[in-house]
């Protein structure tokens, strides 16, 4: 079994006209991607922002749920929030890992692109040894080129019955987790 | 083919303390829950709240995204949300959808519960004709015991290798119409 990380991407993500921007942190993506994380046995959650005034933003909901009196009263806020780490930028967060070297990215896309492995392969690679595996989500309207070009791995994106494919990150890291490491049924 | 839809509720649910209380409306919800039913298929998503003030403001989310200017900035956002229905409580859930009689409850429930359907169980039974489902999730620490027990079915929880089961219901959600209704890989 494979250690899995996960990384939400501020930077650098599209917009809606394809261009390069940096987002702003969400609220509830910290915390939802954290619970998500935190229940399929993630190690580490990384929140990637350049800005490090947005970084401090994410140190300071942490630290009210994992120190603050949100902590005595919802302890298992805490057990989640607690394994949030922020990072400047994606080379800090393979720093962190011990190296681009040392571990492998999968990358998640909603749109179409080559180099694909299906959810169900992805599923069975990390049911055998290797690498420690980083799954990069992105915010806004999905990762950079430079990002994907880059990526050891590219997650068929989840769909359902109908065309529509505008799940929110904190449903498509939720339902990509599920069908990565839940246990059989 | 069953039909599918599904309900947030806001009242009654529980809080830390298993007291019954009324919850506040969370921007989110209402956006991550839409783009989850529209993306699996769903017909309706009604937000169940007792208090007018609050189905005004869940009222003018959808208005914003359906009619405003970001409805033609994000349009696939518009198709989501015009799926969101406010309805004052359970019972006018019900009458909505033709009356208690002509449709099955299902909820979902993290904790332990008895009279559990397995998610392939009721994979298994949508796949199949009968009664339209509305399928129920629970804001604050879950669904009151006077829902669960007027309830059709009991979906189990869904779980990850861990024993942390605290997922956000906008993740829940996610999972479960994934679990339900996925096209086969």
């Not at 949030?84 to 999968?106: F, K, Q």
């Not at 915010?139 to 359902?160: C, E, K, N």
């Amino acid at each position: 079994m494979r250690d899995v990380s996960i990384g939400l991407v501020h930077y650098p993500v599209l917009d809606g006209r394809r261009e390069i921007v940096t987002t702003a942190v969400t609220n509830l993506d910290v915390h939802d991607l954290a619970r998500s994380a935190r229940t399929y046995g993630c190690r580490r959650y990384f929140v990637v922002h350049p800005i490090e005034a947005q970084r401090q933003l994410v140190g300071r909901i942490v630290d009210h749920w994992t120190h603050g009196s949100s902590a005595k009263r919802i302890p298992d806020r805490k057990e989640a929030l607690s394994i949030v780490e922020t990072v400047p930028s994606l080379e800090a967060t393979y720093a962190a890992m011990g190296g681009r070297d040392a571990i492998e990215v999968w990358i998640t896309a909603a749109r179409d692109l080559d180099r694909r492995r299906t959810l169900a392969e992805a599923r069975a690679e990390l049911a055998q040894d290797g690498k420690p595996v980083l799954i990069l989500f992105g915010t806004g309207w999905g990762l950079a080129a430079s990002v994907v070009d880059a990526a050891d791995a590219i997650l068929a994106p989840v769909r359902g019955p109908t065309s529509y494919n505008h799940l929110s990150v904190r449903a498509a890291c939720a339902i990509v987790l599920d069908r990565l490491l839940a246990p059989e049924a």
